[in-house]
C-alpha cells in the first residue's frame, strides 16, 4: 500500500530541478567573506517581503529566535495570540534565551489573530518601575494551529497599528505567509512590510530541504548575523542550500495555491464523511477529534499519516500530492467507520 503523507509541507522531497540547482550553485564562505548565492537568495527575499536586508536561517524557530532576541531585553514582555509557534513549539526558547516573558491574549472573532483592542490594552499597560515592559508584538500569518488561518492585510494591519502606536515593535512568524498571500490574491510584501521583522520558511510548502530567512532593516541583519553566528548558525558553502531557495521562488512560489485548493478537495469530502472539521483557508485541515493520536493511529495503518495540533487530527497538503492522492486518502477513509465524526475500526 503506498503511503499518503499529510503530516507536514516539510515533507516534500526537492525535485530533480532543485537538485541541478543546488549542484551547480556558485559558493564561497559564508562565516569568512561570504557566499555569493546566499547573498543572492537574501537579496530576493529582502525585495519580496518589502525590506532592505534579510539574512538566511537554517531553521525558522532559529530565525524567530534571532528575531526576538533583537526586539527584547531582559525584563521585558512580548504578546502574542495563542498557540502561535514561538509560544508552543520552540522549547520556550522566547523566555529562555530571548529574555522575553510571554504574554498570550486569546483569538478573536478570526482564529490565530489577537482582538486589537486587546494588543492596545496589552501594549499600553504601565506600571510602576517594577512591572514588566512589553516590548514586541509576535504574530503569525498564516496561523498554523488555527488550522493554516490566513489574515488579511487590513485585519493583521489593524493590530499592527495598535502595537506601534503603543511603541512596541512587531515581529511576524511569516513560515507561510506564501500561502496566506496567495489565499488573499495580495503580493507578500503587503503583508510582511507591516512589520519591522518577518521570517519565512523555505522548507514549508516550497520543498526546499533547509532554510528560512529573516528579513528587516540592514542594521538589523548586521546584528542578526551576530546572533545566528551565536546561535551556531553560521555556515560555509551555504550557497548550495540558497540554490534550492532561489529555484523554489523562481519555479514553485507560482503554484502554491494548489495546495490551498487540494485541502478544499480534502475538507469537503472529510465532511462529506462525517468528520467535523475547521474549514480551511489556506493547506491545513484540522479535524476535531476526541482522541486525536488514537485518529493518527488508525490512518496509519491506512497508509495515511497525519499529525496532531492542539488536540486535533492536522491534515496539511504540499506539493508532493495532488488530487488523485486526496481522493484515495478519502477512499481509505470511507474503509473506516465514523461515528459522531469519529473514526473507529
Ligand atoms: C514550521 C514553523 C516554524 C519553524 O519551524 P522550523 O522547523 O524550526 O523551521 C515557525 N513558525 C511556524 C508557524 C511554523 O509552522
Not at 511603541?167 to 510582511?192: I, K, M, Q, Y
Not at 475538507?267 to 467535523?276: E, I, K, N, P, V
Not at 500530492?321 to 469519529?342: N, P, Q, S, T, W
Amino acid at each position: 500500500m503506498r503511503t499518503i503523507d499529510l503530516r507536514s509541507d516539510t515533507v516534500t522531497k526537492p525535485s530533480a530541478g532543485m537538485r541541478e540547482a543546488m549542484a551547480r550553485a556558485e559558493v564561497g564562505d559564508d562565516v569568512l567573506d561570504g557566499d555569493p548565492t546566499m547573498r543572492a537568495l537574501e537579496e530576493r527575499v529582502a525585495g519580496l517581503t518589502g525590506h532592505e536586508a534579510a539574512l538566511w536561517m537554517p531553521t525558522g524557530s532559529m530565525s524567530n529566535l534571532v528575531a526576538l532576541m533583537i526586539h527584547l531585553v531582559r525584563g521585558d514582555s512580548f504578546i502574542a495570540s495563542a498557540h502561535t509557534h514561538v509560544l508552543d513549539s520552540e522549547l520556550g526558547t522566547a523566555a529562555s534565551l530571548a529574555q522575553g516573558m510571554p504574554v498570550t491574549l486569546p483569538w478573536s472573532d478570526l482564529a490565530g489573530l489577537p482582538d486589537a483592542e486587546d494588543v492596545s490594552r496589552a501594549a499600553s499597560a504601565v506600571g510602576p518601575y517594577y512591572s514588566l515592559r512589553p516590548a514586541l508584538l509576535c504574530l503569525e500569518n498564516t496561523h498554523n494551529a488555527a488550522g493554516g488561518s490566513v489574515v488579511p492585510v487590513e485585519r493583521q494591519r489593524e493590530v499592527v497599528l495598535a502595537a506601534r502606536s503603543a511603541g512596541l515593535a512587531v515581529h511576524l512568524d511569516g513560515a507561510r505567509v506564501w500561502h496566506a498571500a496567495a489565499a488573499l490574491g495580495c503580493s507578500v510584501s503587503e503583508l510582511t512590510s507591516q512589520a519591522d521583522t518577518v521570517s519565512v520558511c523555505l522548507s514549508k510548502g516550497l520543498g526546499v530541504p533547509v532554510g528560512s530567512v529573516l528579513a528587516g532593516t540592514a542594521e538589523t541583519m548586521v546584528r542578526a548575523r551576530r546572533l545566528r553566528k551565536m546561535l551556531g548558525g553560521g555556515v560555509r558553502q551555504g550557497g548550495v542550500l540558497a540554490a534550492a531557495g532561489l529555484h523554489a521562488l523562481d519555479h514553485h512560489l507560482a503554484e502554491i495555491d494548489n495546495d490551498r485548493l487540494l485541502a478544499l478537495r480534502l475538507a469537503a469530502g472529510l465532511t462529506d464523511a462525517g468528520f467535523s472539521i475547521v474549514p480551511p483557508t489556506s493547506n491545513i485541515v484540522l479535524v476535531r477529534s476526541k482522541d486525536a493520536l488514537e485518529t493518527t493511529r488508525l490512518l496509519r495503518e491506512s497508509g495515511v499519516l497525519a499529525s496532531t495540533m492542539a488536540g486535533n487530527v492536522r491534515f496539511v497538503t504540499h506539493r508532493d500530492v495532488r488530487e488523485e492522492d486526496v481522493d484515495e486518502v478519502l477512499g481509505r477513509l470511507a474503509e473506516h467507520r465514523v461515528r459522531e465524526g469519529e473514526l473507529v475500526n
